[in-house]
């Protein structure tokens, strides 16, 4: 089985504390998610936790429709959180053998600098591996492609202070 990688980074200008609110909320997801995939968030943690704060052991449930006609359900564990500098969650259940996603901020002149590293891994050996280079991998670059534009509408766009 290959693992595969994809790191992005967007610089965004918006205070730490706004920016580290935004991801950290669960009910964001579907915002930055393409409407296509009907992206919709089952159960995010506990019902006592309502203040849209992320914690280590949070599970978060979803139902998403990757390709028309074709509904999977996911599950991740928040596994990480440092406050306001990263959290990491990790597929328990759903459609990759392995799910890893670093979030980080690190503080620039003038905003944000939010970094992703993902590690995944398709199952069905060669056929998974034909799945990545056919769509998998096109489809995941889409879909940090278009949180990046809803990131730029929500917060704007990043210029460096002079």
Do not use: C
């Not at 406050?83 to 905003?111: K, M, N």
Request: proline residues 9%; without cysteine; hydrophobic residues 40%.
């Amino acid at each position: 089985m290959a693992v595969f990688s994809l790191r992005r980074i967007q610089n965004i200008p918006g205070s730490p504390d706004k920016v580290w609110s935004f991801f950290v909320d669960a009910g964001n997801l579907p915002l930055i998610t393409p409407p296509y995939m009907r992206f919709r968030i089952l159960s995010s943690g506990d019902s006592t936790n309502n203040n849209s704060q992320i914690y280590p052991g949070q599970l978060i449930e979803y139902k998403l429709r990757p390709l028309p006609g074709f509904w999977v359900y996911w599950m991740t564990e928040i596994t990480h959180v440092r406050d306001g500098l990263y959290f990491v969650d990790e597929q328990r259940r759903g459609p990759y053998s392995l799910w890893h996603h670093q979030h980080h901020f690190r503080p620039i002149p003038g905003g944000v600098e939010m970094t992703d590293f993902v590690h995944y891994e398709i199952p069905f050996g060669f056929i998974g591996r034909w799945a990545n280079a056919l769509f998998v991998r096109r489809q995941l670059e889409e879909i940090f492609r278009y949180r990046f534009a809803v990131v730029e509408k929500t917060f704007g766009i990043y210029s460096p202070p002079a």
